[in-house]
């Protein structure tokens, strides 16, 4: 399960680079010709010049070309929500490695200690990830909001074009190289996260599934399956451990065979649709990447 959650965040990164490479095409235009606003009066070959300077074409009206910004701020938009993406895996890391799930430990040489609390490791990398990440956005409102006035062509104002995008380009390499050496080094605890993920109650979904595979109504089986849940904290007993009886008392059509549901390896083998988290795509997937990086 916390490979399949990972490699969520995998996807989001194989998107962000799939963003860049549109970036990158869409910037890859040449605008050499256009003059200060209106093109020049001297005998040029466009075309000759963007193709031997290896552009992929040319811009089309020398106002656009000289005012043009677009290609910064998409950029900086591809990098901000890429910062948005490790931002979100931060928090993850963060509250995965604080004392109350201890799913993973954090390599010592990328945190440090408590200024107060002696026993503690903060997840310092993780925490200036998620501050970063604002730094960058706030980098891509302030260029929208320089360019959202601007008449045509070029002003003064589009020198603020530079500190956005080149703090920006820095900022995020930084927080990429450095999150990626602690990554590398982060230690997964198997045991913390096998028992967090035996508690039955996440898989009350799999028993409303089960009545829905007896005829009954999707709608209908929640409401069952509600009260199901709201037995087992009557009687103060996981879902797993609530008798046939017992279940009977909810609905008639709770049998005995219900309570086969609990089962994390068969709720995980029975979800066999692409992008699931079956054992069978999580190894494809990482196949997938494995080959993606040697690359």
Not at 107 to 113: E, H, I, M, Q, S
Not at 275 to 295: M, Q, T
């Given at each position: ?7 969520a965040y995998v996807e ?250 609990f089962d994390l390896k ?5 979800r066999t649709a692409t ?21």
């Amino acid at each position: 399960l916390l490979s399949h959650h990972l490699l969520a965040y995998v996807e989001m990164l194989e998107r962000d680079i799939q963003r860049m490479i549109a970036s990158y095409e869409s910037a890859n235009v040449c605008p050499l010709g256009s003059g200060a606003l209106a093109g020049v009066p001297y005998n040029i070959d466009r075309e000759k010049v963007a193709t031997e300077l290896g552009f992929s074409g040319l811009t089309v009206n020398s106002m656009d070309a000289v005012s043009d910004r677009d290609f910064v701020v998409e950029f900086i938009f591809v990098l901000s929500l890429l910062g948005v993406h490790l931002s979100r895996l931060a928090e993850e890391i963060i509250l995965w490695s604080n004392q109350q799930f201890k799913f993973v430990s954090l390599p010592d040489d990328l945190a440090t200690g408590s200024s107060i609390m002696p026993q503690k490791k903060n997840p310092d990398i993780c925490e200036l990830t998620r501050g970063k990440t604002g730094r960058v956005v706030g980098n891509l409102v302030s260029l929208l909001t320089t360019l959202k006035g601007l008449p045509l062509t070029y002003n003064s104002d589009l020198q603020e074009d530079k500190e956005r995008l080149f703090d920006t380009c820095d900022t995020v390499r930084a927080t990429v190289r450095i999150l990626a050496a602690m990554l590398r080094d982060t230690k997964v605890n198997t045991d913390a996260c096998a028992m967090a993920a035996s508690d039955p109650n996440l898989l009350a979904t799999d028993l409303a599934d089960w009545l829905v595979e007896q005829g009954t109504p999707f709608r209908e089986a929640h409401h069952v399956v509600g009260e199901v849940g709201a037995l087992g904290e009557k009687k103060n007993k996981p879902l797993n451990e609530l008798t046939a009886v017992e279940l009977k008392t909810v609905d008639k059509r709770l049998t005995k065979e219900a309570l086969k549901v609990f089962d994390l390896k068969m709720a995980l083998d029975r979800r066999t649709a692409t992008g699931s988290p079956n054992a069978r795509e999580i190894k494809r997937r990482l196949a997938y990447w494995h080959k993606f990086l040697r690359h």
